[in-house]
C-alpha cells in the first residue's frame, strides 16, 4: 500500500439507515430448485439439479473443487454467466421483503438492471477488475445512489462518505477522491463491499471475496459481512474453496461435487460429522486445526469431466468408502439427520471423521 494512502481502521458504529432485522427474520430471500447450468452452447451440463435456499440473516457456502460447479451456480444468480453457458432447467427465486417474488431465470436486461444494486449486491475476487480505473471510488459510489436511488450530488456524496466510514475506511472524504490504483486490496474491497451494500439489496453474493487479501485483512472483511448481516437481516451467499472462512461466517453449508450437491447442513453439523466421503475428503486435505501435520493430504484421483455422466455416484472412483451398490442407477439427495441431505447410497451406516468447530476457529 502507498505510504501516502489512507488505511483501514476497526469498524465504527453502524451502517446508515439498517433495514432492522426484526422485519426480515426469518423471510425466505433466495429460493433455488432444480438448476441445471449447460456450456458449450448448450452441449455439456456442468451444474446438475442443484437446490438449496438462503433467508433473511442467513450465510450459505457453497464449496467444493475447483470446477465442481459452485462458481457456475453463484453467477447464475447474479445473470452474469460467461459466454456459452446458460440454465437449461430450473428456478432461482429471489423474493423481496413484501412477499413478491422474482424468478432470476427468466429475466432479460432491463430486469437485471432493476435488481442490481438495489435488491442485488456482488462482491468478488479481484476488486480492482471491478472497478473503472479511470474514475474516483467516491464517484463510482455517488453515482449510483443518484441514478438508482434519486439523491441529489450533494446528498449521494454525503451518503457514500458515510458508507465508507461504515466499511471501515481510515479518513474517508480523502478516499473519495483517490483512484482505484492508490488503494490497496483491503481497500478496494471494503469499497466494492459499500458499493454493494449501497442500495440497501436482500442479498449480497461473496464469489472468493477474501482469497487474495492477508489474513488481518481477510478477518476484518468477515467481520463486516457478520455486522451487514445482523444489522440489516442480508441474506449471503458465500462461495468459497476455503473451509475455515465458509466456518467462521456461514450458518449452513452446501457442498458441490462434479456439478451436484452432495451435501447440504448446518455448519457445525457438517464439519463435526461429516455425512458424504467427499465432505471428509475435503475436510482431510484442509487440515482444519491440525497444524502439527507435515504432509500435505491429497484427494486421489480427479472429477469427472464435464457433461461425463458415469453410473451411479460421481465420487466412487475416488472414494475410500466405496462399494459395488455406489454403480447402481443415480444417487439422490437423503435425509441425513435433522435438517441435513447427503447423496451417497451409504448415508445410514457410514461414520465419517469431521473437525469440531471450535478447533476450526482456535
Not at 453515482?143 to 471501515?168: H, I, K, M, N, Q
Not at 490504483?181 to 449501497?198: N, P, T, Y
Not at 484427494?299 to 455406489?326: L, Q
Amino acid at each position: 500500500m502507498p505510504a501516502s494512502s489512507p488505511s483501514e481502521r476497526p469498524l465504527p458504529g453502524p451502517l446508515p439507515e439498517p433495514l432492522p432485522v426484526e422485519q426480515a427474520a426469518g423471510t425466505p430471500v433466495l429460493s433455488v430448485q432444480g438448476l441445471h447450468i449447460t456450456v458449450n452452447g448448450g452441449r455439456t451440463e456442468a451444474v446438475r439439479d442443484v437446490s438449496f435456499s438462503i433467508r433473511a440473516g442467513e450465510a450459505v457456502g457453497l464449496v467444493g473443487e475447483s470446477g465442481s460447479g459452485k462458481t457456475l451456480t453463484c453467477r447464475s444468480v447474479l445473470g452474469a454467466l460467461p459466454p456459452g453457458a446458460q440454465v437449461s432447467a430450473g428456478t432461482a427465486t429471489l423474493t423481496d421483503r413484501d412477499g413478491a417474488g422474482t424468478d432470476l431465470t427468466g429475466l432479460d436486461r432491463r430486469g437485471w438492471e432493476r435488481l442490481r444494486g438495489v435488491r442485488l449486491g456482488a462482491v468478488f475476487q479481484d476488486p480492482a477488475s471491478y472497478l473503472n480505473p479511470s474514475l474516483t471510488v467516491g464517484r463510482q459510489l455517488a453515482e449510483p445512489l443518484r441514478v438508482r436511488c434519486g439523491l441529489s450530488r450533494a446528498d449521494a456524496r454525503r451518503r457514500a462518505v458515510e458508507l465508507f466510514t461504515a466499511v471501515g475506511l481510515h479518513r474517508p472524504e480523502q478516499v473519495y477522491h483517490r483512484y482505484p490504483h492508490e488503494l490497496s486490496g483491503g481497500m478496494l474491497q471494503r469499497v466494492l463491499i459499500a458499493v454493494a451494500v449501497a442500495g440497501n439489496p436482500e442479498l449480497l453474493v461473496a464469489d472468493e471475496a477474501t482469497t487474495a487479501l492477508d489474513t488481518v485483512v481477510q478477518a476484518e472483511v468477515l467481520d463486516l459481512l457478520g455486522r451487514l448481516r445482523s444489522e440489516r437481516g442480508l441474506a449471503l451467499l458465500l462461495v468459497s474453496h476455503d473451509l475455515a472462512v465458509v466456518a467462521e461466517v456461514c450458518d449452513r453449508i452446501v457442498v458441490l461435487y462434479a456439478g451436484e450437491v452432495v451435501e447440504e447442513g448446518p455448519t457445525e453439523d457438517v464439519l463435526a460429522a461429516p455425512a458424504h466421503p467427499y465432505t471428509e475428503a475435503l475436510l482431510r486435505v484442509a487440515s482444519i486445526g491440525d497444524w502439527s501435520r507435515r504432509e500435505l493430504a491429497v484427494i486421489p484421483g480427479r472429477p469427472p469431466e464435464a457433461g461425463s455422466t458415469p453410473p451411479g455416484c460421481r465420487f466412487a472412483d475416488r472414494c475410500a468408502h466405496v462399494r459395488p451398490e455406489c454403480g447402481d442407477g443415480v444417487v439422490p439427495l437423503r435425509a441425513a439427520g435433522e435438517r441435513r441431505r447427503s447423496r451417497c447410497v451409504r448415508v445410514d451406516d457410514l461414520r465419517l471423521s469431521g473437525t469440531a468447530l471450535q478447533e476450526v476457529s482456535a
